[in-house]
Protein backbone atom coordinates (compact mmCIF):
# COMPACT_ATOMS: atom_id res chain seq x y z
CA UNK A 1 0.00 0.00 0.00
CA UNK A 2 0.50 3.80 0.17
CA UNK A 3 1.44 6.25 2.63
CA UNK A 4 1.66 9.54 3.00
CA UNK A 5 3.91 11.16 6.12
CA UNK A 6 3.79 14.86 6.67
CA UNK A 7 5.25 17.57 8.94
CA UNK A 8 5.79 20.95 9.40
CA UNK A 9 2.68 22.70 11.02
CA UNK A 10 2.56 24.68 13.96
CA UNK A 11 1.63 27.80 15.65
CA UNK A 12 2.95 30.97 13.93
CA UNK A 13 1.79 34.57 14.47
CA UNK A 14 0.20 37.12 11.14
CA UNK A 15 2.54 37.39 8.78
CA UNK A 16 4.89 34.74 9.65
CA UNK A 17 5.68 31.59 7.19
CA UNK A 18 5.95 27.72 7.42
CA UNK A 19 6.86 24.89 4.89
CA UNK A 20 4.93 21.68 5.21
CA UNK A 21 6.37 18.57 3.57
CA UNK A 22 4.54 15.41 2.38
CA UNK A 23 6.35 12.22 1.51
CA UNK A 24 4.66 9.09 -0.14
CA UNK A 25 6.26 5.88 0.06
CA UNK A 26 5.20 2.24 -0.91
CA UNK A 27 3.86 0.33 -3.71
CA UNK A 28 4.25 3.94 -6.00
CA UNK A 29 4.51 3.49 -10.09
CA UNK A 30 3.78 6.63 -10.52
CA UNK A 31 2.09 10.12 -9.05
CA UNK A 32 -0.46 11.78 -11.14
CA UNK A 33 -1.14 14.51 -8.47
CA UNK A 34 -0.01 15.45 -4.94
CA UNK A 35 -0.90 18.57 -3.27
CA UNK A 36 -2.83 20.12 -0.30
CA UNK A 37 -5.55 20.70 1.07
CA UNK A 38 -7.29 22.05 4.40
CA UNK A 39 -10.29 21.50 6.67
CA UNK A 40 -10.96 24.56 9.05
CA UNK A 41 -13.36 23.98 11.88
CA UNK A 42 -16.47 24.11 11.09
CA UNK A 43 -16.00 24.33 6.61
CA UNK A 44 -15.59 21.79 4.16
CA UNK A 45 -12.30 20.29 3.36
CA UNK A 46 -10.91 22.92 0.34
CA UNK A 47 -8.06 22.59 -2.03
CA UNK A 48 -5.31 24.74 -0.86
CA UNK A 49 -2.68 23.89 -4.19
CA UNK A 50 -1.33 20.86 -6.22
CA UNK A 51 0.78 19.44 -9.01
CA UNK A 52 0.51 17.26 -11.33
CA UNK A 53 3.03 15.04 -13.12
CA UNK A 54 3.76 17.45 -15.79
CA UNK A 55 4.53 20.09 -13.02
CA UNK A 56 1.83 22.03 -13.90
CA UNK A 57 0.52 23.76 -10.58
CA UNK A 58 -3.18 24.77 -9.32
CA UNK A 59 -3.62 27.34 -6.31
CA UNK A 60 -6.75 28.21 -4.76
CA UNK A 61 -7.79 32.13 -5.12
CA UNK A 62 -7.04 32.66 -1.74
CA UNK A 63 -3.43 31.35 -0.96
CA UNK A 64 -2.24 32.96 -4.59
CA UNK A 65 0.99 34.92 -4.31
CA UNK A 66 1.22 34.00 -0.75
CA UNK A 67 1.87 29.79 -0.92
CA UNK A 68 4.25 27.90 -3.10
CA UNK A 69 3.87 24.63 -3.96
CA UNK A 70 7.14 22.52 -5.05
CA UNK A 71 8.35 19.04 -5.38
CA UNK A 72 10.86 16.70 -5.29
CA UNK A 73 10.60 13.78 -7.94
CA UNK A 74 13.36 11.67 -6.35
CA UNK A 75 11.87 11.87 -2.74
CA UNK A 76 8.13 11.55 -4.15
CA UNK A 77 7.67 14.60 -1.85
CA UNK A 78 5.81 17.61 -2.38
CA UNK A 79 5.86 20.68 -0.24
CA UNK A 80 4.13 23.73 0.60
CA UNK A 81 5.63 26.84 1.26
CA UNK A 82 3.57 29.22 3.53
CA UNK A 83 4.16 32.88 3.37
CA UNK A 84 2.30 35.85 4.52
CA UNK A 85 0.06 33.50 6.62
CA UNK A 86 -3.64 35.13 7.95
CA UNK A 87 -5.55 33.48 11.23
CA UNK A 88 -7.95 32.68 8.14
CA UNK A 89 -5.46 30.01 7.33
CA UNK A 90 -5.83 28.03 10.62
CA UNK A 91 -6.77 24.97 9.34
CA UNK A 92 -5.97 21.19 9.43
CA UNK A 93 -4.23 20.68 6.46
CA UNK A 94 -4.12 17.19 4.62
CA UNK A 95 -1.82 16.00 2.19
CA UNK A 96 -3.54 14.00 -0.83
CA UNK A 97 -2.12 12.14 -3.74
CA UNK A 98 -3.35 10.38 -6.45
CA UNK A 99 -1.38 7.23 -7.10
CA UNK A 100 -0.66 4.62 -9.65
CA UNK A 101 0.34 1.30 -7.83
CA UNK A 102 0.60 -0.49 -11.43
CA UNK A 103 -1.61 -3.48 -12.08
CA UNK A 104 -4.64 -0.36 -13.30
CA UNK A 105 -4.66 0.58 -9.37
CA UNK A 106 -5.16 3.89 -9.33
CA UNK A 107 -6.12 5.61 -6.07
CA UNK A 108 -6.44 8.67 -3.80
CA UNK A 109 -4.32 8.75 -0.45
CA UNK A 110 -4.74 10.78 2.00
CA UNK A 111 -2.32 11.86 5.08
CA UNK A 112 -3.10 12.20 8.80
CA UNK A 113 -3.59 15.93 8.74
CA UNK A 114 -1.18 18.87 10.25
CA UNK A 115 -2.30 21.43 12.13
CA UNK A 116 -1.62 25.00 10.96
CA UNK A 117 -2.73 27.57 13.54
CA UNK A 118 -1.82 31.39 12.82
CA UNK A 119 -2.33 33.99 15.73
CA UNK A 120 -3.52 37.68 15.36
Known amino acids: QVQLAESGGGLVQAGGSLRLSCAASGRIFSINVMGWHRQAPGKQRELVADMTSGGSTNYADSVKGRFTISRDIAKKTVYLQMNSLKPEDTAVYYC??????????????WGQGTQVTVSS
Open 96 to 109: LANIDSGWRSVNNY
